[in-house]
Structure formats: C-alpha cells, structure tokens
C-alpha cells in the first residue's frame, strides 16, 4: 500500500468483504434469526426471473421478500409440519470477486457485487446454483445492515430445480 488513503480503501473494502462472508455462514450454519437481523425493518431479498430484469415490482421475479413474507419462510423452516423440508436442505455457499461499486461515506451507503456458488444438499441430490449478488447496504451503528440482496442466477431464466433455502 502507498498511502493512507490505500489502506483505509483496503481496511473498507476488507469489513464489507467480512460482512459478506459472515452472512454466507449464517446461511449455510442455518442461523435465521442472526441472518434476518442483518436485514433493515423495510429490507428486500430479490432474485429476478431474467437477465437484466429492471426491478422486482413491475415483472415477475423468482423470489422478492420484505420483512414478512422472509419472517413467514424462515418460520416455515422451523416449523415440523412443514414435510416439503424433511429432511433439510444443506447448503454451501462461495462467494468471490467482491467489488464496491459505489460508496457514499456521509450517507452511510455501500453497493457491493460478488460472484456466488451455492450448493444445496437434500436426499442424495446436489443441486447448484451460481450468479452475481448486489448487496445495497447501509451503516448503522457502525454496522451493516442490509437494505437489499439482490441474488441473479446465471440461469434466471432457464429451467433448475426448485430451492427450498436462500441462494
């Protein structure tokens, strides 16, 4: 590093870096209540159903939850009955090429996009899933919070198995 101003890019780039790998791992070790709490009260999960979707209200997405409909399938994941689940998925996630596209150090704002691998494990299947996430976060408290995850599959708008947990 040359200067100051490299090493604070570097020191930055490396906790945003750490909050990414930290929500995988809560993902994977099945830890929803943690994970949700990473989310802001009016944050958004969104996996568009194409290429270049625009955004999740006006078309169709594989997946868009706020607070309530994520509290509804994180409920359903622990709860018994719910026999679509048993056994549980596991998971593997990989995440790479994490880029800071934009941050406002006065607003508290970050954009970020990474590269992700997910592997889901459930009755001798393995099923991947493989895309590019945009987290839009925002520092509260000295912490990230997430306003949006946005998880792009490769193949959005192809033909895969259906994922009973978050890529």
């Known amino acids: 590093m040359s200067s100051e101003a490299d090493m604070k890019a570097f020191a930055f780039?490396?906790?945003v870096s750490q909050f990414l790998f930290h929500e995988a791992r809560l993902l994977d070790e099945q830890r929803w209540s943690e994970w949700e709490q990473l989310f802001t009260e009016e944050g958004t999960y969104w996996a568009p159903a194409t290429p270049g979707q625009p955004d999740p209200i006006n078309h169709v997405s594989l997946i868009y939850e706020n607070a309530l409909l994520r509290k509804v399938r994180l409920a359903r994941f622990g709860n018994p009955n719910a026999y679509s689940l048993q056994p549980f998925p596991r998971s593997s996630h990989m995440l790479s090429n994490v880029m800071i596209d934009a941050h406002d150090e006065k607003a508290g704002t970050v954009l970020v996009t990474s590269r992700f691998l997910m592997v889901e494990y459930r009755r001798?299947?393995?099923n991947f899933f493989?895309?590019?996430?945009?987290?839009d976060l925002i520092e509260e408290g000295g912490?990230?919070?997430?306003?949006?995850?946005?998880?792009?599959?490769?193949?959005?708008?192809?033909?895969h198995p259906s994922s009973n947990i978050y890529f």
């Open 130 to 135: 493989a895309g590019e996430y945009v987290h």
């Open 124 to 126: 001798d299947v393995n």
């Open 13 to 15: 780039h490396h906790r």
């Open 143 to 159: 912490a990230f919070k997430i306003r949006q995850k946005k998880a792009s599959l490769v193949d959005c708008d192809g033909t």
